[in-house]
């Protein structure tokens, strides 16, 4: 492993014929699972996946856009 | 040896005093932006350049200033938009060839520029549809660095970035899903300002990525980016995100001078990883901020590594969605580059993107603790110095996977976070050019966040404007 940038280099460079390539491969249904293997491995996408929502984290919520307008205020309790 | 900056506030300062109108000042803009391009390797900073409309509204600008009865520190500035924004009769091309019906009305943002006076003289270049943090565009237009034509500006709002950076303009409009303002700001040595997520409403805007898009200035100074800020900022109905923002918070009293009694956190398991010549900068800037008087301090923060793969899950899966309708009919017309990352993107299950999501709510969480005990965090805005551009790459477009990695680094957690951040000119890595500086605060600090980056300016050292630089102050005056 190199390092390029300041960062672990695992190799994902693509231009020319080596980008036409690639992308014959990426927009073909039955090709397409090999350059995404290859992507989510040089993207460390397994370090999301690995971490585990247990414990005190396991009612945390997906970071979503908020879905309802802010109420208005509202006196007293429940 | 490098000139001054022409700020909008020296350019306003001029107008109040008489001694420049905007006509003047607008008609040099319009002249140095179509110059720019006439030179064996074009600056490729504008799309499009707006004379007639420019020069209307300069006329308007210059009686207003004349009555006394100017709109305020934008009156009379020429500015410029990044081409992902409506301008009414204009296209907005989204740095695509196919995008060229003219927009009917202008975006939100144009329509609040034009209502504090801003002259818009042009559009500017991008990264095609904002998918990358280069600039390099091969089917529509690079834009180059002005400190160095042979470099890339960094993206994508490339061509906002050279067109300030080059003096064509003291402040441009950019907008940002990764870094988009900052990086390119970095690169070419000026400010970008990226604020809360949803204080800037995007609506009629191109949208690449719902829940990371900002948009936001890139200008000569922190005050011009305050300036445009505060002229853009606020709810608008045509964005859910931007309806439940409080007010902007007057600036906040610092001390009489210097960064005393500021807080600022960084962290060395970040801050570090990033090229010999930027560390070096990194670590000269935080020694400047510990001599103008701020605590400067190491803090450790989980998550880090998650940042980078939860940007591009997110980025990646929201982007491929906001491209499908448009790929339907137009997939040859966008660039390979661009088609591969489109179609690894829509790879991206819902399970993936969820717990990713997941994820990103405990980097956001992370960011807060940290936001919660500083006023900000300093990181530099790119592990890189803006390379050169390969030839290869300026043909057919290019995917690098560790350039981008570079270039985002630092800058992706703002987007990830929603939380205000700020790149400035930092100490320059000699020979390579310019390096900037990221400031992050905590959610809706925006006037805090720019009080400090201010007084962070002021004691830095001040940034060298490029060889070829047009003050249009002085390229006002030697006209009249």
Request: aromatic share 6%; net charge negative.
């Amino acid at each position: 492993m190199s390092k390029k940038n300041g960062v672990a280099s695992q190799g994902l460079l693509l231009n020319g014929g080596a980008l036409k390539a690639a992308l014959l491969v990426a927009e073909n249904p039955l090709l397409r699972g090999m350059m995404r293997a290859r992507f989510f491995e040089q993207l460390q996408i397994d370090k999301v996946m690995e971490v585990e929502m247990k414990g005190d984290d396991a009612g945390v919520r997906p970071a979503l856009l908020p879905w309802l307008p802010a109420g208005p205020a509202q006196g007293g309790g429940r | 040896m490098s000139g001054r900056w022409c700020t909008a506030s020296r350019l306003t300062t001029a107008y109040a005093d008489g001694t420049l109108d905007p006509v003047a000042v607008t008609r040099a803009s319009l002249e140095a932006a179509r110059a720019s391009d006439a030179s064996l390797v074009p600056l490729g900073a504008f799309v499009v350049i707006t004379d007639k409309l420019a020069s209307e509204a300069a006329a308007l600008s210059a009686a207003r200033w004349r009555a006394g009865a100017s709109l305020g520190p934008l009156d009379g500035v020429p500015v410029a938009i990044k081409d992902m924004t409506d301008l009414a009769g204009f296209a907005t091309t989204d740095g695509t060839t196919y995008r060229n019906s003219p927009a009917r009305r202008d975006s939100v943002v144009v329509e609040r520029l034009r209502a504090a006076g801003a002259i818009i003289v042009g559009k500017t270049s991008l990264h095609e549809v904002g998918l990358g943090g280069t600039g390099i565009n091969p089917g529509h237009i690079t834009a180059r660095n002005p400190h160095d034509r042979r470099r890339l500006t960094g993206g994508s709002s490339s061509g906002s970035a050279a067109a300030v950076a080059a003096g064509l303009v003291p402040i441009a409009l950019g907008s940002d899903a990764g870094g988009s303002i900052r990086i390119p700001a970095g690169l070419c040595g000026v400010t970008g300002l990226k604020g809360t997520f949803g204080r800037v409403p995007t609506s009629r805007s191109a949208t690449l990525c719902w829940s990371l898009d900002h948009m936001g200035p890139i200008g000569a100074s922190v005050d011009d980016c305050l300036a445009f800020f505060k002229a853009i900022a606020g709810p608008d109905t045509g964005d859910e995100a931007s309806l439940n923002q409080p007010p902007m918070t007057s600036e906040p009293a610092l001390g009489r001078d210097g960064l005393s009694g500021v807080r600022v956190a960084w962290c060395p398991q970040w801050g570090d990883e990033a090229d010999a010549g930027v560390r070096q900068s990194f670590h000269d800037a935080l020694d400047a901020l510990r001599l103008g008087g701020a605590t400067v301090e190491e803090v450790t923060i989980p998550y880090l590594e998650q940042v980078r793969p939860v940007g591009y899950m997110t980025l990646g899966a929201e982007a491929a969605a906001s491209q499908a309708p448009y790929l339907q009919d137009h997939r040859s017309d966008y660039g390979a580059d661009s088609r591969l990352l489109l179609a690894m993107g829509g790879t991206v299950t819902a399970v993936e993107y969820l717990h990713a999501q997941r994820v990103r709510t405990l980097i956001r969480r992370a960011f807060l603790q940290v936001l919660s005990n500083y006023d900000v965090f300093a990181t530099p805005t790119t592990a890189c110095v803006a390379p050169i551009i390969s030839e290869k790459s300026l043909k057919g477009g290019e995917v690098d996977s560790d350039l981008n990695a570079a270039l985002a680094r630092y800058s992706f957690a703002g987007n990830l976070t929603g939380f205000p951040a700020i790149s400035i000119p930092g100490p320059i890595d000699e020979g390579e050019g310019p390096v900037g500086l990221q400031l992050m605060a905590g959610p809706w600090q925006e006037a805090r966040l720019c009080a400090i980056a201010r007084r962070a300016a002021e004691i830095l050292p001040e940034p060298a404007t490029p060889e070829g630089y047009v003050d249009l102050m002085e390229a006002a005056r030697a006209q009249a």
